[in-house]
């Protein structure tokens, strides 16, 4: 059985699809999207040695060696252009997401849709999507085992949509943002009285001008924010 997140990414995986997974680890994902029907075949990404071992016995043990490969590498570089439609990578932070997407912009040729589930950082994987023309075309928020994480749903622009994007859609999420549910509303809580706390601590003892410029910014976040949660 998968977690739920990992659920909620294969849920919007298009059937039929040709799938990357990139920092597959053990493999679950593919493996899980192969038996229920949403993919015709993948490609397991992995960096490090121990989590490429356990893909490949993952993928062995489900007897999909056929149909799932397993390929050591950083990112993108273990898919060709045009070679998959679909690519997920979940389970990391978002800027190491970014510098996934941003390292193998030319493998992402043909690629239709991205399902890109961050732990951290969402709002630099939204601004990267922004600035490369990949539009958002859904977003989940959702609480497991005390821990919320985002799922963030992209598909290739036409480049013809003159985007404005507000600063709170970009931190929070458009779709997230719209919907204000109960995983949503408990993480934003939880930022802003982690922001508090360092508002706090700068008060205390930070007189530099640095300090006082980052002080001055959380609260405008903190601000930003509050108000959307009213
Ligand atoms: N995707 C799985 C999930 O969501 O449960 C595994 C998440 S695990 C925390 C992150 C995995 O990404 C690790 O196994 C790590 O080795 C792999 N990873 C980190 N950077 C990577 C990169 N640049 N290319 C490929 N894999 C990477």
Redesign the pocket.
């Given at each position: 059985k998968l977690s739920k997140r990992?659920e909620t990414v294969v849920s919007f995986i298009p059937k039929q699809s040709k799938l990357a997974d990139?920092?597959?680890?053990h493999a679950y994902?593919p493996c899980y999207a192969y038996l229920n029907g949403y993919i015709t075949m993948a490609v397991a990404?992995?960096?490090?040695d121990g989590?490429l071992r356990s893909a490949r016995e993952q993928v062995k043990k489900t007897g999909l060696e056929h149909v799932i490969s397993v390929r050591k590498g950083?990112?993108l570089e273990v898919i060709q252009p045009n070679e998959v439609d679909c690519i997920t990578i979940?389970?990391?932070g978002g800027t190491?997401i970014k510098n996934?997407l941003d390292k193998g912009k030319e493998k992402l040729v043909g690629v239709k849709r991205l399902i890109l589930?961050p732990n951290v950082g969402a709002h630099v994987v939204r601004q990267w999507l922004i600035d490369h023309d990949w539009e958002l075309i859904a977003e989940r928020i959702l609480e497991e085992d005390g821990k919320i994480y985002e799922v963030l749903v992209a598909e290739k622009g036409d480049g013809k949509k003159p985007y404005v994007h507000l600063e709170a859609e970009v931190l929070l999420g458009p779709f997230l943002l719209k919907e204000q549910n109960e995983a949503f509303r408990k993480k934003w809580r939880q930022e802003i009285a982690q922001w508090r706390k360092i508002v706090h601590e700068l008060s205390k003892k930070a007189t530099t001008d640095e300090a006082l410029a980052k002080r001055k910014e959380l609260e405008r976040k903190i601000q930003l924010v509050e108000g959307i949660l009213e």
């Amino acid at each position: 059985k998968l977690s739920k997140r990992l659920e909620t990414v294969v849920s919007f995986i298009p059937k039929q699809s040709k799938l990357a997974d990139i920092g597959s680890d053990h493999a679950y994902l593919p493996c899980y999207a192969y038996l229920n029907g949403y993919i015709t075949m993948a490609v397991a990404g992995e960096i490090t040695d121990g989590p490429l071992r356990s893909a490949r016995e993952q993928v062995k043990k489900t007897g999909l060696e056929h149909v799932i490969s397993v390929r050591k590498g950083d990112g993108l570089e273990v898919i060709q252009p045009n070679e998959v439609d679909c690519i997920t990578i979940a389970g990391m932070g978002g800027t190491l997401i970014k510098n996934i997407l941003d390292k193998g912009k030319e493998k992402l040729v043909g690629v239709k849709r991205l399902i890109l589930q961050p732990n951290v950082g969402a709002h630099v994987v939204r601004q990267w999507l922004i600035d490369h023309d990949w539009e958002l075309i859904a977003e989940r928020i959702l609480e497991e085992d005390g821990k919320i994480y985002e799922v963030l749903v992209a598909e290739k622009g036409d480049g013809k949509k003159p985007y404005v994007h507000l600063e709170a859609e970009v931190l929070l999420g458009p779709f997230l943002l719209k919907e204000q549910n109960e995983a949503f509303r408990k993480k934003w809580r939880q930022e802003i009285a982690q922001w508090r706390k360092i508002v706090h601590e700068l008060s205390k003892k930070a007189t530099t001008d640095e300090a006082l410029a980052k002080r001055k910014e959380l609260e405008r976040k903190i601000q930003l924010v509050e108000g959307i949660l009213e």
